[in-house]
């Protein structure tokens, strides 16, 4: 990143310092898991949840996944996942992860270089493990609370900590401040599509639970919290202590 | 109070020593003995899946294989909560085969993404109830999953009474699904039993 670069995106770069100062704010309470649900929202959320279950019901999903060539979708896959790993090297700092910022960094380099671009995935032929992680996981690891409950339009559920992660991140691309355009929204672009291609994968299986369940909307919500506090706590968490059903 | 307290504590103590005393089985389970068990399940499993019957009759044989490997009694009771308590034993038994049946029905129709792929056992841990099997899902084109079984001896014989799934347990989740239901009908357990037999 050269100076000049800095410089000129700088009143965006001061934004976003004085959002992560801001944020920070909550952090030093300790990474305390939460197993309960908080939703205060849960009257919009629903809302929003049935817009999504209409989406994903509507076909289109799946359609996509079966019209575009599976190879395709691997290279638009490999590019997006490598134009992020700045970013998740960036978040690995910023936790303290030495050894994901390694991969995420080592990663960046092999795929760039020897796999032009990142159209190939060279590292995983060379067996360096897969890394990921954003800034809602920065916040968890600051000790920041998990916040409410919420579905997004589009994106699907989600808790007040990742909102302002994927706030955070859209910003924190070291990337944007590097490339010139239109190549620095090549990053987003892939990623967009990337995810979009995902769920059409996944949609099948999706649709199957949301349209089988009594209930769609709290099935997607404690589905959405198990997994995603499962995530968070199994990098740094202590082994997880069970219910035993026979005492109860 | 405190005396209320005491004197429940004794109680429970001794409702506690009891059970001891009569769910000790012969032998002690070891993680060897809980670890071939799931390998057990894991490779009946596999075989339902490669025999490329119809579905309606795999479903049917992994119903067979919860019945037979799985505490469905102790899972059943979990799943229905505080509504267990009030329920005749008609009631339970009812509940009790129409939670197998939705259980083999919902998760059966998963196995399909197991064509090709495979599951291994990572390892062990001692828990309270018995023993934690931690496996890996590798299923084609998907990141690996993973699959934690959870084993016990306490209802006499070695059975496992959860599962999770990338975090996810399927009690906990099942019970929220099964009491979305039950609020459905208004807390009527024989139209919710009607409605878990033809779920899934």
């Given at each position: 990143?050269?100076?000049?670069?800095?410089?000129?995106?700088?009143?965006?770069?001061?934004?976003?310092?004085?959002?992560?100062?801001?944020?920070?704010?909550?952090?030093?309470?300790?990474?305390v898991?939460?197993?309960?649900?908080?939703?205060?929202?849960?009257?919009?959320?629903?809302?929003?949840?049935?817009?999504?279950?209409?989406?994903?019901?509507s076909?289109?999903?799946?359609?996509?996944?079966?019209?575009?060539?599976m190879?395709?979708?691997?290279?638009?896959?490999?590019?997006?996942?490598?134009?992020?790993?700045?970013?998740?090297a960036?978040?690995?700092?910023?936790?303290?992860?030495?050894?994901?910022?390694?991969?995420?960094?080592?990663?960046f380099?092999?795929?760039?270089?020897?796999?032009?671009?990142?159209?190939?995935?060279?590292?995983?032929?060379?067996?360096i493990?897969?890394?990921?992680?954003d800034?809602?996981?920065?916040?968890?690891?600051?000790?920041?609370?998990?916040?409410?409950?919420?579905?997004l339009?589009?994106?699907?559920?989600?808790?007040?900590?990742?909102?302002?992660?994927?706030?955070?991140?859209?910003f924190?691309?070291?990337?944007?401040?590097?490339?010139?355009?239109?190549?620095?929204y090549?990053?987003?672009?892939?990623?967009?599509?990337?995810?979009?291609?995902?769920?059409s994968?996944?949609?099948?299986?999706?649709?199957?639970?949301?349209?089988?369940s009594?209930?769609?909307?709290?099935q997607a919500?404690?589905?959405?919290?198990?997994k995603r506090?499962?995530?968070l706590?199994?990098r740094?968490?202590?082994?997880?202590?069970?219910?035993?059903?026979?005492?109860? | 109070?405190?005396?209320i307290?005491?004197?429940?504590n004794r109680?429970?103590?001794?409702?506690?020593?009891?059970?001891?005393v009569?769910?000790?089985?012969?032998?002690?389970?070891?993680?060897?003995?809980?670890?071939?068990?799931?390998?057990?399940?894991?490779?009946?499993i596999?075989?339902v899946?490669?025999?490329?019957?119809?579905?309606?009759?795999?479903?049917?044989?992994?119903?067979?294989?919860f019945?037979?490997?799985?505490?469905?009694?102790?899972?059943?009771?979990y799943?229905?909560?505080v509504?267990?308590r009030?329920?005749?034993?008609?009631?339970k038994?009812?509940?009790?085969?129409?939670?197998?049946?939705?259980?083999?029905k919902?998760?059966?129709?998963?196995?399909?993404?197991?064509?090709?792929?495979?599951?291994?056992?990572?390892?062990?841990?001692?828990?309270?109830a018995?023993?934690?099997?931690?496996?890996?899902?590798?299923?084609?084109?998907?990141?690996?999953?993973e699959?934690?079984?959870?084993?016990?001896?306490?209802?006499?014989e070695?059975?496992?009474?959860?599962?999770?799934?990338?975090?996810?347990?399927?009690?906990l989740?099942?019970?929220?699904?099964?009491?979305?239901?039950?609020?459905?009908?208004g807390?009527?357990?024989?139209?919710?039993?009607?409605?878990?037999?033809?779920?899934?």
């Amino acid at each position: 990143m050269s100076l000049g670069n800095i410089k000129r995106s700088s009143p965006r770069a001061l934004i976003v310092i004085a959002l992560i100062a801001g944020l920070a704010g909550c952090s030093g309470a300790g990474r305390v898991q939460p197993t309960g649900i908080d939703d205060p929202h849960e009257q919009s959320n629903r809302k929003v949840h049935n817009f999504n279950k209409k989406l994903a019901g509507s076909g289109n999903g799946s359609g996509l996944a079966h019209a575009v060539p599976m190879g395709i979708q691997t290279v638009v896959h490999n590019i997006a996942e490598n134009l992020s790993m700045p970013q998740v090297a960036v978040n690995s700092a910023l936790q303290a992860d030495v050894k994901g910022f390694g991969i995420a960094s080592y990663r960046f380099l092999t795929n760039t270089v020897l796999g032009v671009g990142g159209i190939a995935d060279v590292a995983s032929e060379f067996q360096i493990p897969k890394h990921d992680t954003d800034f809602g996981e920065t916040l968890y690891v600051w000790g920041a609370s998990e916040g409410p409950y919420y579905e997004l339009p589009f994106v699907g559920p989600s808790t007040g900590r990742d909102v302002a992660g994927r706030a955070v991140d859209l910003f924190t691309n070291p990337l944007s401040y590097v490339l010139p355009r239109p190549e620095k929204y090549i990053g987003t672009a892939t990623g967009f599509a990337d995810s979009v291609f995902k769920n059409s994968r996944r949609s099948d299986a999706i649709n199957d639970v949301l349209q089988g369940s009594t209930d769609s909307y709290s099935q997607a919500r404690l589905i959405y919290l198990q997994k995603r506090r499962y995530e968070l706590s199994r990098r740094t968490g202590a082994p997880v202590t069970y219910d035993d059903p026979y005492l109860q | 109070m405190t005396h209320i307290c005491n004197k429940m504590n004794r109680r429970a103590f001794g409702g506690g020593a009891l059970a001891i005393v009569l769910a000790r089985p012969a032998f002690a389970l070891t993680a060897d003995d809980a670890t071939a068990f799931i390998k057990r399940l894991i490779s009946d499993i596999y075989s339902v899946i490669n025999s490329g019957a119809p579905e309606t009759a795999m479903i049917r044989q992994f119903e067979e294989l919860f019945v037979r490997y799985a505490d469905v009694q102790i899972m059943a009771q979990y799943a229905l909560g505080v509504d267990a308590r009030s329920a005749t034993a008609e009631q339970k038994s009812a509940f009790n085969s129409a939670f197998a049946t939705y259980i083999a029905k919902k998760y059966g129709k998963r196995f399909r993404q197991f064509i090709g792929g495979r599951i291994e056992v990572e390892g062990s841990r001692k828990i309270k109830a018995g023993f934690e099997i931690k496996t890996t899902a590798y299923l084609k084109g998907e990141n690996p999953i993973e699959v934690i079984f959870l084993v016990s001896d306490k209802s006499g014989e070695l059975q496992f009474f959860n599962m999770f799934l990338e975090g996810v347990n399927l009690l906990l989740t099942e019970r929220s699904e099964i009491g979305s239901m039950l609020d459905m009908s208004g807390g009527d357990l024989n139209a919710t039993i009607r409605e878990l037999s033809k779920a899934g």
